[in-house]
């Protein structure tokens, strides 16, 4: 059994810059320095055989899952984890490149934090190697998440704490809790799917470290298109979803007159950015699709071992770090 099952969702294969930029993330895998792992491709392409001419050589082991069809990033990723076999599973996004010792730097951070379920890498940006594309993912205590530190220069680097999430660009979970916690709700289908995962398995008493070690490059909607319609919209539904789903009540009723007015202010917002119509149609989804959240948001009460207090100390409450795209990494108790 592989110590980590690593999964890249390869998507859009007909574009030659796509395969490109897969290849690349592929042929990084192929030069880790740690070689105790598999690779799992997932075929999520609108037309099948994208990946017949990608090189796979140098991979210590590969499967191939040409399942056929968009399934979307959440799908995707839980169809190859049922197919794994490592201990832990590790997302790369196709349009990442990771460091020569990228695993080696998770396995290290693993040992020296044995407790935790959840890592996040270091992101910084393919296109421009003096920013950071993420440092974690962070969450304001009124239901909105952010890529913490997206932007930002690289001597803006935390060293190694705990972050709320990690980014699915590239995460690392242990496998038995990613199962537990039923991996990524496939309703979602992209974007936010990693904050929910995160914020459940909070639920369950979990935490994640943030590895500054552990560095991957990133294109950052290389592939979906950063700030498209497509991903504001989904991205203010899931909003919506992930807060009434996993809040627990006292800090749901608290937050959500902030959780509506910062909703508001958003939309608002979207006048200015030319981002207005997908934001409004992402909240209109988002309130229509509320009620099997309202379901599932019972099971995962009643089977919450975390405090309101645990939860919302893991959280942000300065609007400014949000505003500014700040990183949220703190020291380890």
């Known amino acids: 059994m592989p110590k980590f099952s690593v999964i890249i969702v390869a998507y859009g294969l007909e574009a030659p810059a796509n395969r490109a930029l897969l290849q690349a993330a592929v042929r990084s895998l192929a030069g880790q320095s740690e070689r105790d792992f598999e690779v799992l491709l997932v075929d999520n392409s609108e037309t099948a055989g994208g990946l017949e001419a990608l090189d796979l050589a140098g991979l210590p082991a590969v499967t191939v899952l040409p399942y056929g069809g968009n399934h979307g990033f959440a799908k995707g990723n839980n169809l190859a984890a049922a197919e794994a076999r490592g201990e832990w599973v590790v997302l790369l996004n196709p349009d990442a490149v990771a460091e020569r010792d990228w695993l080696a730097e998770i396995g290290a951070g693993i040992d020296r934090h044995p407790a935790a379920a959840m890592f996040a890498s270091l992101q910084v940006s393919l296109d421009d190697p003096e920013r950071l594309d993420g440092v974690g993912d962070a969450y304001f205590g009124l239901g909105f998440a952010w890529r913490g530190g997206f932007g930002r220069p690289v001597s803006e680097v935390p060293g190694e704490g705990a972050c709320f999430s990690p980014c699915g660009a590239g995460a690392v979970y242990r496998r038995d809790a990613f199962q537990a916690a039923g991996g990524f709700d496939e309703a979602f289908f992209c974007f936010g799917e990693d904050t929910d995962l995160a914020y459940r398995l909070r639920l369950r008493g979990a935490y994640c470290v943030f590895l500054p070690g552990a560095c991957i490059r990133h294109a ?49 917002r979207g006048v200015m950015t030319g981002r207005f119509v997908p934001t409004l149609a992402g909240i209109w989804k988002g309130l229509a699709g509320v009620g099997p959240m309202i379901a ?38």
């Open 296 to 333: 599932q948001r019972r099971t995962l009460q009643a089977a919450r071992t975390a405090t309101s207090g645990d939860l919302a100390a893991a959280m942000a409450w300065n609007p400014l770090r949000l505003l500014q795209r700040k990183g949220d990494v703190r020291r380890l108790q």
């Open 220 to 268: 950052g909607g290389g592939v979906s298109g950063r700030a498209s319609a497509f991903s504001v919209t989904h991205g203010a539904r899931n909003r919506i979803w992930g807060f009434v789903k996993a809040t627990p009540p006292m800090l749901f009723w608290l937050t959500l007159p902030g959780h509506v007015g910062f909703t508001l202010l958003v939309l608002a």
